[in-house]
C-alpha cells in the first residue's frame, strides 16, 4: 500500500496567515492526489483534485500543486472558516490512502 | 442536486454483521461509482473500498478482505456495505462517497453512519 505521510500534524495560525500543508508519497503518484477539508462534526469536502486543480465552488485562496512524491495545498490568507482538519488521498492505485491530517487551529 | 442519504446508527455486538445503505438522487446513478470510508473516533479517514455501479466491480482495501461486501441495486440507485466478523475496532462512522471514475475524486459524501460496537 501507499503511504502518505503529512506535516506538519497541527499547526496554529491566525487569520490572514499564509499557510501551507504538504504530503508526501511512499513512492510516485503521477498527480493522482486529492485534498479534502473536514471541520469538527462534519462530512469531509473535496477541495482539491488532480494535485492542481480547484474543485467548484471552492475559493480561489485555496491551491495546490506537486507531483511525484512530494505535495503541497496552500491557503493564501486564513479565513475563520478555515479551521479545520486538511486530509490528502491519494488515487494513483488502491487502496486510496489518506494522509493522518492535518489540524489548523487558531492563534 | 446531488444527494446521498445513509441508513441510521447501529449497534452491534463483536461478531455480528452490519450493513449499510446508501441511496443516491440527483444524477445518473451508474455514472459515477460508490466509495466507502470510514472513520473511528477522533481519528483520520480510512478507505475501506469501492464498487463500480455500472459493472459491479468491486475494489477492498486489503485488511477488510474476506470481511465485507459491497453491492449496489441501480434499481433504487442505493448501494451497500456489508461488513462481517465486527469487531470493537470497527466501531466508526461509515460514509460513502460519490466517485468521479476519470479522477477517482470523491465530489459529494453521505451524512456518515455510526457503527458501535458493544458487548
Known amino acids: 500500500d501507499i503511504q502518505m505521510t503529512q506535516s506538519p500534524s497541527s499547526l496554529s495560525a491566525s487569520v490572514g496567515d499564509r499557510v501551507t500543508i504538504t504530503c508526501r508519497a511512499s513512492q510516485t503518484i503521477s498527480i493522482y492526489l486529492n485534498w479534502y477539508q473536514q471541520k469538527p462534526g462534519k462530512v469531509p469536502k473535496l477541495l482539491i483534485y488532480d494535485a492542481s486543480s480547484l474543485q467548484s465552488g471552492v475559493p480561489s485562496r485555496f491551491s495546490g500543486s506537486g507531483s511525484g512524491t512530494d505535495f503541497t495545498l496552500t491557503i493564501s490568507s486564513l479565513q475563520p472558516e478555515d479551521f479545520a482538519i486538511y486530509y490528502c488521498?491519494?488515487?494513483?492505485?488502491?487502496?486510496?490512502?489518506f494522509g493522518q491530517g492535518t489540524k489548523v487551529e487558531i492563534k | 442536486q446531488v444527494h446521498l442519504v445513509q441508513s441510521g446508527a447501529e449497534v452491534k455486538k463483536p461478531g455480528a454483521s452490519v450493513k449499510v445503505a446508501c441511496t443516491a438522487s440527483g444524477y445518473t446513478f451508474t455514472n459515477y461509482g460508490i466509495t466507502w470510508v470510514r472513520q473511528a473516533p477522533g481519528q483520520g479517514l480510512e478507505w475501506v473500498g469501492w464498487i463500480s455501479t455500472y459493472n459491479n466491480n468491486t475494489t477492498y482495501a486489503q485488511k477488510f478482505q474476506g470481511r465485507v461486501t459491497m453491492t449496489v441495486d441501480t434499481s433504487t440507485s442505493t448501494a451497500y456495505m456489508d461488513l462481517g466478523s465486527l469487531r470493537s475496532d470497527d466501531t466508526a462512522v461509515y460514509y460513502c462517497?460519490?466517485?468521479?471514475?476519470?479522477?477517482?475524486?470523491?465530489?459529494?459524501w453521505g451524512q456518515g453512519t455510526l457503527v458501535t460496537l458493544s458487548s
Open positions: 462517497a460519490r466517485e468521479v471514475i476519470a479522477s477517482s475524486t470523491l465530489d459529494y
Open positions: 488521498q491519494q488515487t494513483y492505485s488502491p487502496p486510496h490512502t
